[in-house]
């Protein structure tokens, strides 16, 4: 079963409005997430490495008042898109590492964002 | 950001084919990791490697991990219908952040 969850898996909104996505480890603790945006038939580009206790830290050309993060427990990260405009849509999806023997990166279910 | 070079593109197979697909890099990596992403899903994880020269296979799929620490690649043999979708390696070094390919859209020909 999935180990990343990831809600909503979908979501439309409207220009100026506020998303908020969530990215839960089903069965382990993370104290590393990723958000990564992906836009039709590209790889993942990543947005943020998102920290539990710290702040995030953004890719070069990602706003962090826009996209804002929170590492709120070691099993949850969120993504807020703020003000959200149409050229935020996308697909946007969470990634946690499982710290082990070797570490192992999960992605979630990822969320589809329409802005209208 | 940086990404890794991954072949083909994409490829158009006929069920029962085997299918073959590889990454490179400029830089070295200690983990080599194929996903598997179907339309509208997040990356599913098919098979990490962790050392050069590592081969290892789960069920139809077998990868290997390049002795040259650059360069790693996916196999699937007789290819089904539900193999359809988009490969992508990632490498990472040490605690890094993943660096991913540019991924492999699988077709499977009727």
């Known amino acids: 079963g999935a180990v990343v969850s990831q809600h909503p898996s979908w979501v439309i909104c409207k220009s100026g409005t506020s998303v908020k996505i969530e990215c839960r480890s089903l069965?382990?603790?993370?104290?590393?997430m990723f958000w990564y945006r992906q836009f039709p038939k590209q790889s993942l580009m990543l947005m943020a490495t998102?920290?539990?206790?710290?702040?995030?830290?953004?890719e070069q050309g990602v706003e962090k008042d826009k996209f804002l993060i929170n590492h709120a427990s070691l099993t949850l990260s969120t993504l807020t898109v703020t003000s959200a405009h149409p050229e935020d849509s996308s697909f946007y999806i969470c990634?946690?590492?499982?710290?082990?023997?070797?570490?192992?990166?999960?992605f979630g279910q990822g969320t589809r964002l329409t802005v209208v | 950001g940086q990404q890794l070079n991954q072949s083909p593109q994409s490829m158009f197979i006929q069920e029962g084919e085997d299918v073959s697909m590889n990454c490179t890099s400029s830089s070295i990596f200690n983990t080599w990791l194929w996903y598997k992403q179907d339309p509208g899903e997040g990356p599913v994880l098919l098979i990490a490697?962790?050392?050069?020269?590592e081969l290892t296979s789960n069920g139809r799929l077998t990868a290997q991990f390049g002795i040259t620490r650059k360069d790693s690649f996916l196999n699937i043999s007789a290819s089904i219908p539900s193999d359809v979708g988009i490969y992508f390696c990632a490498g990472q070094f040490g605690n890094e952040k993943l660096t991913f390919g540019t991924g492999t859209r699988l077709t499977i020909i009727p």
């Open positions: 998102s920290n539990e206790g710290s702040k995030a830290t953004y």
């Open positions: 990634s946690a590492w499982r710290i082990g023997e070797n570490t192992e990166a999960f």
């Open positions: 069965d382990f603790q993370a104290t590393t």
């Open positions: 490697l962790y050392k050069a020269g």
